[in-house]
């Protein structure tokens, strides 16, 4: 028996080794490590009558060991986050109703955008005339002078819209109920479907499986972000000297799970965007720099829709945060090159439940060939009132663009299209809103019921939070301790988990007001929170 187990392993690391093999020649960096490893291989350190051994010895001594040891890393975990293992089980359990509802909500996103372009009499896309290239290319590093009448556009859909869509959304299996019962639930549930997310059978954790996950914060274990002073157990003076002379070390050894271990107990401010581009593999190389400057290129090219529905996002967002208004003119190059990168379609819509529904735009007084129709936009991706604020933390993190614009893309593709895309995947949006209800009401059950009583829906009043991850709702620094924790865990769990961690530590005011307006007013200052004592609190709680 166990000679047929061995047997059946090998089989299957022969099968994932070969899709390895095969997937690796499509990555990014495959051309530049198979160009060294060709190099090495004909160099005098590799000899041919011990070949193997003086390649494997050759490949340690250069470092590209590491590099292969990364590229596999990054691979496992594309290939996780590709897997939905949320649902009870597909045969129990039929969620094509979720795809559908991304599908709706996609056309309905692309009906919106054609009515604004009718609306205002301007085309999806046309090439750019010069002047307008000409004054874009020469304004290119300070965007914000770019002058241009943005008056009549508006964003496309809000959180609060995409959260109508979600309490929207029908089980029909409820349908299925035994005649008898029809009459009693029928009302019942049409209560209940526009309450809450718990007719949803995707399977969420409980508290005691997240301590589990998140065992560093569990433990009580010392972490950055709860005292800068907090003495070290090692021969420094605080725990942040530590922590810097360890994650130099990290840095130095270039091997991505080690860094994303490391993060997990919270990271200086100076190793943060070098750490955070290691484990996402976002490290700038010679052809990115090269992609980069034809994503420009294509942005002073081509005049789309979606431009103007940025910059109006950016005006709307970051030009007015005390935090981020600095930042403007990166945030307009990082957005307007994000929106063109045909490298985030592919990922997107295939992750993604609506199966790539994507439009497609014929040049304004072009013929309608193949030359002159694109994907519209390139990325897939139409911007929503917000949107933005998924890139301006990593504004925080680095001074060049183009490594701002590759890391802040990694994170996206890994986890923020997510929180605006209807999926049953464990950590898409609606998993989300149903793990924060299920806490909620475990953990906090008379605060549940006072919502009830006063007929609001809890996830509403956190929902904006969840959706942009708490950017723009949280001080950057914070919010970087935040997002430390959602790379190293590698999950959006800790975002629900801290909604609700806030309306427990405001739980007094919050029980002593009766309608939205209050509630929101009691939640709407979330300045003075430090994020990493209070998860500490919650998950420490026995």
């Not at 694109?374 to 680095?398: D, E």
Request: charged letters at 25%; a neutral charge; hydrophobic letters at 40%.
């Amino acid at each position: 028996m166990s000679g047929k187990t061995e047997q059946s392993k090998e089989t299957v690391l022969k099968k994932s080794a070969e899709r390895l093999t095969d997937e690796m020649q499509g990555m990014a960096n495959y051309k530049s490590l198979y160009s060294e490893i060709q190099k090495l291989v004909a160099s005098a350190a590799v000899k041919r009558e011990d070949f193997k051994n003086t390649l494997m010895d050759a490949l340690k001594s250069n470092g590209l060991e590491t590099e292969i040891r990364n590229t596999v890393f990054h691979w496992a975990r594309s290939q996780g986050s590709l897997s939905t293992t949320s649902v009870l089980s597909t045969e129990e359990v039929d969620l094509s109703y979720l795809k559908k509802a991304q599908i709706q909500w996609e056309r309905r996103i692309q009906k919106s955008l054609n009515s604004t372009c009718n609306e205002l009499n301007v085309p999806l896309a046309r090439i750019r005339p010069s002047a307008d290239r000409e004054e874009l290319a020469e304004k290119w590093n300070e965007l914000s002078t770019y002058d241009i009448d943005l008056s009549q556009y508006r964003p496309l859909y809000a959180p609060k819209d995409f959260l109508d869509v979600l309490f929207a959304i029908r089980n029909p299996s409820f349908k299925k109920q035994p005649y008898i019962h029809i009459i009693i639930i029928i009302k019942h549930f049409r209560d209940e479907l526009n309450w809450e997310f718990s007719h949803i059978q995707i399977r969420v954790k409980t508290l005691t499986q997240l301590r589990r996950l998140y065992v560093e914060l569990a433990k009580g274990l010392p972490l950055l972000g709860v005292n800068p002073d907090m003495p070290s157990s090692e021969n420094f003076a605080t725990l942040e000297e530590e922590r810097i002379h360890l994650g130099e070390k990290v840095f130095k050894s270039n091997h991505a799970p080690i860094a994303q271990e490391f993060l997990k107990r919270g990271v200086p401010r100076s190793l943060r965007g070098r750490l955070w581009s290691l484990v996402l593999g976002s490290k700038v190389k010679e052809n990115d720099i090269e992609y980069y400057e034809e994503l420009k290129t294509m942005v002073l090219q081509y005049d789309i829709v979606v431009d103007k529905l940025i910059i109006k996002d950016v005006q709307l967002t970051a030009r007015n945060d005390d935090q981020y208004f600095v930042f403007e003119d990166v945030l307009y190059k990082t957005m307007l090159c994000f929106s063109r990168d045909s490298e985030v379609l592919a990922p997107v819509t295939t992750d993604r439940s609506a199966g790539g529904q994507v439009i497609h735009a014929v040049l304004q007084g072009k013929p309608a060939t193949l030359e002159n129709t694109l994907v519209f936009p390139p990325s897939g991706v139409i911007p929503f009132h917000g949107f933005t604020m998924y890139a301006t933390p990593f504004c925080y993190l680095y001074d060049d663009p183009c490594a701002m614009y590759y890391t802040f893309r990694a994170f996206y593709l890994r986890y923020w299209f997510r929180l605006h895309t209807v999926s049953s995947h464990e950590q898409g949006i609606v998993a989300l809103c149903l793990l924060f209800e299920r806490l909620l009401q475990c953990h906090e059950p008379l605060l549940w019921i006072h919502f009830r009583n006063i007929h609001i829906q809890p996830v509403k009043v956190v929902f904006k939070w969840i959706m942009r991850g708490f950017s723009g709702h949280l001080p950057p620094e914070q919010l970087l301790y935040l997002w430390d924790l959602i790379l190293g865990y590698d999950s959006l769990e800790i975002i629900p988990l801290l909604a609700v961690t806030i309306l427990t530590f405001r739980k007094e005011n919050l029980m002593q007001v009766n309608n939205l307006q209050s509630v929101e007013a009691v939640l709407a200052d979330l300045s003075s929170l430090k994020v990493i004592p209070l998860l500490q609190l919650v998950l420490l709680k026995e």
